[in-house]
Nanobody, 124 residues
Framework: QAQLVESGGGLVQAGGSLRLSCVAS????????MAWFRQASGKEREFIAR????????KYADSVKGRFTVSRENARNTVYLQMNSLKPEDTAVYYC?????????????????WGQGTQVTVSS
């Protein structure tokens, strides 16, 4: 059974850094686009970043561009999200997503496999 498990969240002060990990099991991520989304309390889930399978090309939401970096390590079946210069508005539950099918990588409805999420809280 395919599964994604995120880890690495926590409480950090503004300006700090965290690295999230997403470990896949039950399938190989080698041929899959992998993405990160987040959902703040009372808000809709929003796209953060995605990385392609082959070339490892990445795309980011404007709100995190220049601060967050997505990467993948196929040998470990793992995707990472390095988050620097964190702001209080980055506070949210962060989700890893896979099994994307469509033409809009930023649309959460086009991903069929999700992790349980990891909480990131940034204090001011």
């Amino acid at each position: 059974q395919a599964q994604l498990v995120e880890s690495g969240g926590g409480l950090v002060q503004a300006g700090g850094s965290l690295r999230l990990s997403c470990v896949a099991s039950g399938y190989s991520i080698n041929t899959y686009i992998m993405a990160w989304f987040r959902q703040a309390s009372g808000k809709e889930r929003e796209f953060i970043a995605r990385i392609t399978a082959n070339s490892g090309t990445s795309k980011y939401a404007d709100s995190v561009k220049g601060r967050f970096t997505v990467s993948r390590e196929n040998a470990r079946n793992t995707v990472y999200l390095q988050m620097n210069s964190l702001k209080p508005e980055d506070t949210a539950v962060y989700y890893c997503a896979s099994h994307y099918a469509g033409a809009r990588y930023f649309d959460s409805a086009l991903y069929r496999l999700w992790g349980q999420g990891t909480q990131v809280t940034v204090s001011s």
